[in-house]
Structure formats: structure tokens, C-alpha cells
């Protein structure tokens, strides 16, 4: 039996009740094969940690972490850890990607169900068929680029940051755009978005992934959109943009939440954050191996309803699920996992039970959503 | 009679077209009222001026926009200038808005009638009602901040933008936007957008809104939100964010084009970019007097329908309403032009003849479109 070692980070608000309904998830399915184990540990992380510890981001839950095989996170934050404060819920997270060096976030977006269309704030028309991979820079841009704060010297009314990027940070995630391009068959179109009409750091993007592509994948379909023309695209016909969008790091925080509310509810969604700088050579190879994954479902903490048991813990099930492709390469129970959920979205064969979360129109609790995955399963 | 100069600068694309008939609706006011007189000069700008001097800004343009009362204009750039040619179409304009100071974009962006919401990409219950007032900070941000393009010593493999804000920029957008607020009746609420979560000129700029408006405008009510979060809570809730958006440069472009696909055509929607810096005595009078003013529908030169006379002129004509109501002081031609536009939009007693361009699905002429609205006036 091949093993492998989970931590799991549940964090704050609903965090820790959605991830129990991922573990359940992930315990049937290392109790339930024959050749693999999965270790679950848990660690404190985020908002608890720094009321446990003074740190969002404890030496023993980074340690674990860059030991582990994966990482499955819920969220972080809240307003009782507020944004003026020295210590923040976002430094762990920010922390921890900068720390693991998980520089490519992963965000697939379309409707697990066509039932869902309806929960969509696009018309039907629009939405329909909407599969877009977003594809984000992690550790670099405004994040990680130097910064000013106001009352420092020697301008004490000024601040600033940078938005950096470097030709080897754009390479590496242009590598994985292509990577996860060439996974589908026929591989899909790669939208980059910039803005090299104003940006110097945006002209270096742009030159950089298509030479890149046309170097290492000149098979590959390439256009390029300005960040402001896609936020509209987004919204005004969002296939236009199915494939892979690959972009920068400011502009994919602010394009992948838009992107999320299509598919009718934030909780739906999962997502993957990498490490591994593939190099030409493993650029080649038909997987992308990371070295390091952190998943997480996309939506935030959602205080207002955290401890009520009412979350949705889809978008958790499904990161759980994008975890066993990733990082453990265990594809097949990922689809598993993936076709339960569609199943339990479709509602069909059982038994006509309106299985929905709040966040869908229905009223099942999160236990309730995990116990008939799990059956399905 | 009091006179007015007017700078009109048509661009490219489908700029000369939109900006013909915007033109009439200004010269119908001029004949028609008794106590004013608008002087329309045309000046070369953008692409052309590119291709009849070298440069997307001559000299001579600057001057006149100096001394104009008002600019209009239609919309600049196209292939035929290339994003990475050394004299780009878009630095005409970045040098104009910084030439003279045009530190506030406005982008009203509403329904101008509700048998428009067929054509949003949104559904009608979610769209309806949507009114948002986008001010957006023109001349600050990553736009102009110090840059560094890749190639440059010392580090040739790198590139930067800067993100840079001061106290004083931040508190003349604020008092704008709170200037705006309180020109309606009752007052609208200001949403301040920003990543401070993250970016420390976003810390400033959070610091810099709610210092002003508690000081000088305490009736107004503020809230903040991140612009990620904004960019969802746009599509799937627009009418949260009903009031004023008040924003730096990056986000606003990005915010601001999102929302304008809400309203079903990007033909419809005009904008103003203004200058003149209120002091806090300023900021206390009923209006906002800018010392400069630049009008321009927020669409692009549309290279695709250039010259075929199908582009929708409404964006234009509303941008000369605009024109009217804050450069020149003008508010009841401006309403008079904006009712002129929603009758023939509601087509009500009009004859029933479906007068709409091809954005809006009907196969009206440009020049229909505009005798329309000028037998209307
Ligand atoms: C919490 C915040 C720092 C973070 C980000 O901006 O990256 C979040 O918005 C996200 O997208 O994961
Ligand atoms: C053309 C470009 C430089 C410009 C901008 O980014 O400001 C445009 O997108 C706009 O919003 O007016």
C-alpha cells in the first residue's frame, strides 16, 4: 500500500465545517482502496492560530506542511481579525504560498450541473457551457513586489508597490497553463491577459509567454486580451474565454472571483495552488508533477453563517478531489469523487430529495450533503 | 450671449463617426437657445495624428485642449498601431489626461431604459435598477508610477510597475465622489474599492477616503470593499454597489468596463474625465466646477464596424450631454438631450419605427440615430 501524508488546515468561520465533510470524503476513499493510504493531520492555521499561538502561520504548521505530500485547506479570516491589525488571517496564506513557493493557482470554472444554470446572475443564454481554467500567478506582482507603507520615511505621505515579475516567473506558469492545455483532447486554447498597452511588467508578460509557447508548445492556440476587455468578456460571453486563461497575479484575484459567480454559487468551486518550476524537460512530460499543492474551496470564511452547519461543502469535496489528481496522481478517485458530486447535483436516482445547501435554494445541512456523497461514492 | 469653446477630437475607428452626430446634438443647442453659443473646433488626435504628424498628441492639440472650455471625443487606436510600437495611439491619450490634470473619470452606468435590459448578459431580476456612478482616479496608480522595462539595465530579465499614491491625490477623488453623492437627493452612498488586504498605496488610499469623508462629509454613508469581492458582487448583485464607486486607476479601468457590459451595449454609456483640484472650501459648494473637462464614449475605435456608418452614437451624444451639464454649467440642455435619448430609445411616439443600431439588434443607420434624437430635441 502506497501512503500518503494529508494536512489539513481548517482555518476559520465555516472552514472547519466544510473540510470535515472533505475528510470523510478522502477517509472512505483511502479506507475503501486497496493500494493507497491517506494520513490525515490536522494543523492550526489562519484567524485560530493566531488566537491559539500570536501567529497566522505557526513554525509547526509550515514545517508540516512543506513535509506533507498535499495540503487541504478551508479558509481564513474574519472581521474579528481585522484589517488595520499588525497580525492577519491573510499574512498565514500569504505565508504559507510564498513559503511552499505554490506559485500556480488553479481555478476551474463551469457548471458542475446545467441544473445549476438557473442559480447563475447570467441569463442561461450566456452562461451555458461556460469551462474556463484560470490559471494565476501566486507569488509574484503587487503581492510580493517591494512595498511602502504611508507614514514611513522619507516621503511619509506617500506609499507604493511594485508590481514585479521576473522572465523565469512567467516562464514557469506559462509552462503550466500549457501543461494543463495539453491535458484535454484536443488541447484547449490559452487566453493570456495582460495590460501591455500601459504596464512595462505587463509587456514583459506578454513577450515572455509567447515566446515561451511558441518555443517549448508551438502547437498550442495563443491570443492575448487587455485585463480590462476580458473583465467585460467575462460577463458578455464568457466562452470566449473557455480553455485556459493564464495571467498575472492582481488581475487573476480580481478575474477568477469574477469568473466564480457564473456557476451560481461560490460554493461550488474548488481550487488547486502549485509547486514545482517544471523545467523544458518536465514541460515535455504529460503531467505536471508539483512538488507542493495546498486546496481549497474558493469562497472566504463566511462568517455570518459559520457554526450553523448550512455550508456548502462542494467546492471543499471538490478541491479534496483535485488534490488526489495533483499531488497524488490518483486520477481515478478523483473522477469518482467528481461524478458523485454530479450526481448528488443532478439529483437523479435519489430518490428526488431536494439535496441542496442554502446557497442553491435548498435546505440540507453540510452533514447532509457529505453523508450522501459519501454514499454515492 | 455667453460663448463656449469646444475642442472636438473624432480619433479613429468609429471615433469621426459617433463624433459627427454628437456634434449636431451640440450645434442644434448652440442655434436653438437664446442665451449661449457652443464654437466646435476639430483637432487631430490619437492613430491619425500619428500617421499626419508622429505623434498620437501634437503639440498644437494640447494647446487648444488648454484652452477649451470642453473636449470631445470620439475614441482612439486600432491594429493598425501595435501594442509594441514605440509611438502607441494610448499615449496620446495618458498624455492628454495628464496633461491637463484629469484626475476624475465618471462613468455613469444605468439603464437610460429599461426595454434595454433584454440586451444585458445578465438576468433582467438581477440587472433592473442597476445605477452606479464609477469615479475612477485618472492620473495616479501603476499608470504613472516609476516603471522599469525588461531589457533595461541593471536587471535586464525584470520589469516593474509602481503603484504609488500620496494624501493629496486621494482626498481630490474623494471630495469628488462625495461632491457627486451629495448632488443627488437623498444623498448616495459611497463604495470605496481597494485591496488593503494586500497593497499598502490601498492602506493609504482606505485611510486617505475615510479621514476625508469623516471630516468634511460626515452625512455621507461609506463602506469598503475589496476588489475582488467587487468584481463578483458586480455581476451577481450589481444593485449593492447602487451609489457612487469610488476607486484608484487599475481598478477602476477593470471595474469600470465590467459594469458597463451590464446595461446590454457598450454604445450606450458615456464618461467624463475631469481636473481642478477642490479644496475642502471648494468641496463645500453644491457643485464641482473642473478647471478642465474631457467627454468620450466609453467604447473603442471598433475597427471591425469603422466606416460602415452601423455604430451606435448614443455613448457620444450622452458624453456631450455630460459636456453640457459639467463643463459649461449647462444642466437643463444636458436633461434635454438625456430625455431626447430615452424617448427614442423607448421609441414611444415615435412611429414605431425600430430605431436601433446593430448593438442593439436592429439595423438603424448612425446618422438615423442621430436625426432622431435632433427632431426629437
Ligand atoms: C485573502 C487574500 C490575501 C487572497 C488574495 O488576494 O490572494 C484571496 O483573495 C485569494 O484570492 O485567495
Ligand atoms: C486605452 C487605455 C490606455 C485606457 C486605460 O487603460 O485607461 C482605456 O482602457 C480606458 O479605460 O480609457
Not at 447563475?120 to 451555458?128: C, I
Not at 507569488?139 to 507614514?151: N, S, T
Request: with cysteine.
Amino acid at each position: 500500500k502506497k501512503s500518503f501524508r494529508v494536512v489539513v488546515l481548517p482555518g476559520d468561520g465555516i472552514g472547519p465545517d466544510v473540510v470535515a465533510q472533505a475528510v470523510r470524503v478522502l477517509e472512505v476513499v483511502s479506507a475503501t482502496s486497496p493500494d493507497i493510504e491517506l494520513k490525515l493531520e490536522e494543523h492550526l492555521f489562519g484567524g485560530c492560530a493566531i488566537d491559539a499561538t500570536g501567529v497566522p502561520l505557526p513554525e509547526s504548521t509550515l514545517q508540516a506542511c512543506k513535509e506533507a505530500d498535499a495540503i487541504l485547506m478551508g479558509s481564513v479570516g474574519g472581521p474579528k481579525w481585522d484589517v488595520n491589525s499588525k497580525v492577519r488571517p491573510e499574512q498565514g496564506l500569504l505565508g504559507l504560498r510564498k513559503g511552499l513557493g505554490l506559485y500556480a493557482n488553479i481555478r476551474p470554472c463551469n457548471f458542475a450541473s446545467d441544473s445549476l444554470l438557473s442559480y447563475s446572475p447570467l441569463k442561461a443564454s450566456v452562461a451555458q457551457g461556460t469551462d474556463i481554467i484560470i490559471i494565476r500567478e501566486l507569488i509574484g506582482g503587487a503581492y510580493f513586489g517591494e512595498r511602502k507603507e504611508l507614514g514611513q520615511a522619507e516621503q511619509p505621505d506617500v506609499a507604493y508597490d511594485t508590481m514585479i515579475y521576473s522572465i523565469p516567473e512567467v516562464q514557469r506558469i506559462t509552462r503550466v497553463a500549457a501543461q494543463i492545455a495539453l491535458n484535454a483532447d484536443p488541447p484547449l486554447a490559452i487566453h493570456s491577459i495582460d495590460k501591455a498597452n500601459v504596464l512595462a511588467s505587463s509587456r514583459l508578460w506578454r513577450k515572455v509567454v509567447v515566446e515561451t509557447l511558441q518555443n517549448e508548445y508551438p502547437q498550442l492556440k495563443l491570443d492575448h486580451t487587455l485585463v480590462d476587455s476580458a473583465s467585460m468578456v467575462m460577463v458578455a460571453s464568457p466562452r470566449k474565454l473557455n480553455g485556459v486563461v493564464v495571467t498575472e497575479n492582481l488581475f487573476g484575484d480580481i478575474l477568477s472571483d469574477e469568473a466564480s459567480v457564473i456557476p451560481g454559487s461560490l460554493g461550488l468551486l474548488p481550487s488547486a495552488s502549485l509547486a514545482g518550476a517544471p523545467s523544458v524537460a518536465d514541460a515535455l512530460s504529460p503531467e505536471f508533477k508539483p512538488t507542493h499543492g495546498l486546496y481549497e474551496p474558493i469562497h472566504g470564511s463566511a462568517p455570518d453563517i459559520a457554526g450553523k452547519g448550512i455550508a456548502n461543502p462542494i467546492g471543499t469535496i471538490l478541491s479534496a478531489a483535485l488534490l488526489l489528481r495533483y499531488s497524488l496522481g490518483l486520477d481515478k478517485y478523483a473522477q469518482a469523487i467528481e461524478k458523485a458530486v454530479q450526481k448528488v447535483l443532478d439529483n437523479q436516482d435519489i430518490g428526488g430529495f431536494e439535496l441542496r445547501t442554502a446557497d442553491l435554494g435548498g435546505s440540507a445541512k453540510t452533514t447532509e450533503i457529505g453523508d450522501k456523497i459519501v454514499e454515492v461514492l
